[in-house]
């Protein structure tokens, strides 16, 4: 079974704190993804990356950068934490897509991140 | 603009059906998901279903896919406490590398 492990379940931190939030997969997947779950909202896309090294914008990419130095890790990073970033922080990963195949994702249990 | 809407809460009785149901804008989804997630935990795909089939079933679950209206629904026969989860829908854009785009997820309760 492929693995999506999330470093922490839960964690609180200070605003203006840097914070880092881990994912590592162990399938070998090219493209991971980081999203940020809010009730009533569901799932926004904040950054992904296609390959190491790579990173593109999603669609709320501000107050966040990520980093992808090794194929298995995905780093999301909190530059300067704010109250409006408490949030489930999800991560995901999946195969380069194959033409007339699924794009099957496979999420993390994710991360509950409290900004006080 | 692609955008996935779903409505937020749904209460059914035990042994009942249960229809959640999604309607997205983006024409060009090649493929349409539903997720199921339990309380504390990450998303489980739950099925999928391809832009050009309008009907797919497996075991206690029909999707349906309206192309037409850009509408997409999940029918849970004899529905369980063990259903009771928040249900996302997801359109996957091809043009668009394939990127999911999820709903805001549908709280399924089921009551004894």
């Known amino acids: 079974d492929v693995k999506v492990t999330q470093s922490s379940r839960y964690l609180v931190k200070r605003t203006g704190e840097k914070v880092f939030l881990e994912c590592v997969q162990d399938?070998?997947?090219?493209?991971m993804f980081w999203y940020r779950q809010d009730p009533g909202l569901g799932l926004r896309l904040i950054y992904f990356?296609?390959?190491?090294?790579?990173?593109e914008k999603g669609d709320i990419p501000e107050g966040y950068s990520v980093s992808r130095e090794k194929k298995e890790r995905f780093s999301l990073i909190l530059e300067s934490a704010s109250t409006n970033q408490t949030s489930m922080y999800l991560c995901?990963?999946?195969?380069?897509?194959?033409?007339?195949?699924?794009?099957?994702?496979?999420f993390g249990s994710g991360t509950r991140l409290t900004v006080v | 603009g692609e955008d996935v809407e779903q409505s937020l809460f749904l209460s059914v009785r035990e042994g009942d059906s249960s229809v959640i149901n999604c309607t997205y804008t983006d024409s060009s989804s090649t493929y349409l998901y539903w997720y199921k997630q339990e309380p504390g935990a990450g998303l489980q795909l739950l099925t999928y279903i391809f832009s050009n089939m309008d009907m797919k079933q497996d075991q206690r679950l029909t999707v349906l896919l309206n192309k037409k209206d850009k509408h997409l629904s999940l029918r849970i026969a004899d529905t369980q406490t063990g259903d009771s989860a928040i249900y996302f829908c997801a359109e996957t854009l091809y043009n668009q590398g394939g990127k999911l785009i999820f709903g805001q997820g549908t709280e399924l309760s089921v009551k004894p």
């Open positions: 399938m070998d997947h090219e493209n």
């Open positions: 990356s296609y390959d190491v090294k790579m990173k």
């Open positions: 995901a990963s999946r195969a380069t897509r194959d033409r007339g195949r699924v794009y099957g994702y496979t």
